[in-house]
């Protein structure tokens, strides 16, 4: 392999393990394999809770709480061919760093990675030109997504926007969005939604809404704090504001409420969820919307929080006990 192709590149240690790069238990087995771009600098931008930011003192292998070992290219590609079909792997996610050869190394990977294995790939990446999307579309990128991050341009700009030296601007973000659907079509382009950045429930979810209308699909994270980021001393969101802003966004994503029927309080902290006692206790009680928020196939386990901790996105279907636990921090009293 030649050519732009990088010669090293991260993978999530969950991935490391199920494709056999590396030993270790796992609690639940990620159901894509996560790589993630390798630099020997920091980032280029400057998100304040970003363990890979340029003024970020963080380990270099870390991504949210997350460790990201570096292995050969073309042996980790060699892994996804020998492991595709043996394992439930539903697709590849190629995350980046920003930094001046991206593009690049990004669309080598891709090549590389559908010349040996029939496997569907997501990049999640920094705001490329409509021609650079159009070159990975071609090259056989299935979905695209370009992280918000921050639900309003003033936490954007503050997080990783300008006034926090970024290189990043929020009109920027929502036109590369916009064009990412022209190219991939309605429904394959995501971004990344962080609850827990300072934003209120009712600004989250019009963002929420407005991507939905767009055609953009918006994952949701729970904030994680890193060491050595400037935003590791902020504290998790609370559990029962997170879950209700995970109900929300599902009832929202499957069209059975929209966030203008939803009802606000003066502080914008969701009051109600715009339909039924009886047909939300129905819903929540599916667990969908306390599950994984992502591309098919996409599981992230335990990226938000720590096996035996507080578990944030599930990343396999509860039980009926667990079940019992998050209605009750979902929608029982306070």
């Known amino acids: 392999m030649v050519g732009d192709l990088p010669s090293t590149i991260r993978v999530s240690i969950g991935s490391a393990i199920h494709l056999g790069l590396a030993k270790g238990a796992m609690d639940a087995a990620p159901t894509s394999a996560y790589l993630l771009s390798y630099i020997s600098s920091k980032c280029v931008a400057n998100c304040a809770f970003c363990a890979q930011a340029r003024e970020s003192s963080s380990r270099a292998d870390m991504l949210s709480r997350v460790t990201w070992p570096p292995f050969r290219t073309e042996k980790v590609i060699e892994a996804l061919a020998a492991t595709h079909g043996k ?118 979810l019009r963002t929420v809404q407005a991507m939905k ?26 559990i029962r504001r997170y879950r209700r802003i995970q109900l929300a966004r599902s009832l929202i994503m499957e069209d059975v409420s929209t966030v203008e029927a939803m009802l606000f309080g003066s502080d914008g902290e969701l009051v109600s969820f715009g339909i039924g006692d009886g047909e939300l206790r129905r819903f929540a009680g599916t667990c969908r919307p306390f599950l994984t928020s992502g591309c098919p196939g996409c599981n992230r386990p335990y990226y938000n929080e720590r096996p035996g901790g507080k578990i944030y996105n599930y990343p396999v279907q509860p039980d009926t006990g667990v079940t019992e636990r998050i209605l009750n921090e979902t929608l029982g009293e306070e």
């Open 87 to 204: 394992r439930e792997l539903c697709r590849v996610c190629i995350q980046t760093v920003n930094h001046p050869s991206v593009f690049q190394e990004t669309l080598a990977t891709v090549r590389a990675i559908r010349n040996s294995v029939s496997i569907p790939v997501s990049v999640s990446c920094v705001p490329f030109s409509r021609r650079e999307m159009e070159e990975l579309y071609e090259a056989g990128v299935e979905r695209l997504g370009i992280p918000l991050d921050a639900a309003t341009e003033e936490l954007f700009d503050r997080i990783k926007g300008s006034s926090a030296s970024g290189p990043y601007q929020w009109s920027h973000h929502l036109r590369a969005l916009a064009e990412a659907v022209e190219v991939f079509g309605r429904g394959r382009v995501s971004t990344h939604l962080i609850a827990g950045l300072g934003e209120k429930d009712s600004d989250l």
């Open 213 to 238: 209308n767009g055609g953009v699909y918006p994952a949701l994270f729970a904030f994680t704090p890193v060491r050595g980021s400037r935003l590791q001393r902020v504290p998790q969101p609370d």
